[in-house]
């Protein structure tokens, strides 16, 4: 039996943003968790699933319902982590590698925001295992616009409910808030972490320079 539980974030860190926006939030994530959890504990029955087919059938409904589910979670999980628990001084081997791929700091912040006011669900920056380089993806759902085999190191949801109640209709101000609240210490141990999976960490692609002291 899957008995999968929702993970604990600390909300009191986040700045610019209510507690009542971000519990809000929090309780569609715990129905993700709380779905998948559902779907993975279904038994499978042939005698259910007759009418399999790409148009409508209840095997396809079951596997829509577990990709969305699945990813809702796992972007959740990936979003509120990288947004709880301060250090929010850009640094560390991403920051170099941000700004030698992306010319500087501030560009990255530039076609970030256009990524997020641009699509419906998500802006993702991943490292991309066919090139060990860094891409912002747009995603319009949870299973839509999603790169397999590609690591996820930030991670912003821009569905309304992430920022209606605060923000209302004006998504670049919470886009802005969000970047100020960017816990750096968890994309760099994203960054390191999927790099050494790669095999790509002694790779000519990213020079490890030490970044702490830089101002953006």
Not at 28 to 38: A, I, P, R, S, T
Not at 175 to 190: A, E, G, P, Q, Y
């Given at each position: 039996?899957?008995?999968?539980?929702?993970?604990?974030?600390?909300?009191?860190?986040?700045?610019?943003?209510?507690?009542?926006?971000?519990?809000?939030?929090?309780?569609?994530?715990?129905?993700?968790?709380?779905?998948?959890?559902?779907?993975?504990?279904?038994?499978?029955?042939?005698?259910?699933?007759?009418?399999?087919?790409?148009?409508?059938?209840?095997?396809?409904?079951?596997?829509?319902?577990?990709?969305?589910?699945?990813?809702?979670?796992?972007?959740?999980?990936?979003?509120?982590?990288?947004?709880?628990?301060?250090?929010?001084?850009?640094?560390?081997?991403?920051?170099?590698?941000?700004?030698?791929?992306?010319?500087?700091?501030?560009?990255?912040?530039?076609?970030?925001?256009?990524?997020?006011?641009?699509?419906?669900?998500?802006?993702?920056?991943?490292?991309?295992?066919?090139?060990?380089?860094?891409?912002?993806?747009?995603?319009?759902?949870?299973?839509?616009?999603?790169?397999?085999?590609?690591?996820?190191?930030?991670?912003?949801?821009?569905?309304?409910h992430a920022y209606f109640m605060d923000f209302g209709t004006n998504r670049r101000k919470y886009?802005?808030?969000?970047?100020?609240?960017?816990?750096?210490?968890?994309?760099?141990?994203r960054f390191d972490r999927y790099l050494a999976s790669m095999g790509s960490i002694k790779t000519?692609?990213?020079?490890?320079?030490?970044?702490?002291?830089?101002?953006?």
């Amino acid at each position: 039996m899957y008995n999968l539980k929702p993970e604990k974030y600390n909300f009191g860190s986040v700045k610019g943003m209510s507690k009542e926006q971000l519990d809000e939030h929090y309780k569609l994530y715990v129905g993700y968790v709380n779905k998948l959890n559902e779907i993975w504990n279904k038994v499978y029955i042939p005698a259910n699933y007759t009418d399999s087919n790409p148009t409508y059938s209840n095997m396809r409904s079951l596997k829509l319902g577990e990709t969305y589910a699945l990813d809702g979670v796992k972007l959740h999980e990936l979003y509120f982590e990288n947004m709880t628990n301060g250090n929010t001084q850009p640094s560390g081997h991403l920051l170099n590698s941000i700004k030698s791929q992306f010319s500087s700091y501030d560009n990255f912040i530039s076609y970030l925001t256009n990524v997020a006011l641009s699509v419906r669900g998500w802006a993702i920056l991943t490292l991309d295992s066919i090139d060990s380089k860094l891409h912002i993806i747009g995603s319009d759902a949870h299973d839509v616009g999603a790169v397999w085999m590609s690591c996820p190191i930030l991670v912003l949801d821009v569905y309304e409910h992430a920022y209606f109640m605060d923000f209302g209709t004006n998504r670049r101000k919470y886009i802005t808030t969000f970047i100020n609240n960017i816990n750096w210490k968890v994309l760099n141990d994203r960054f390191d972490r999927y790099l050494a999976s790669m095999g790509s960490i002694k790779t000519n692609n990213y020079e490890f320079v030490d970044s702490r002291s830089i101002n953006n």
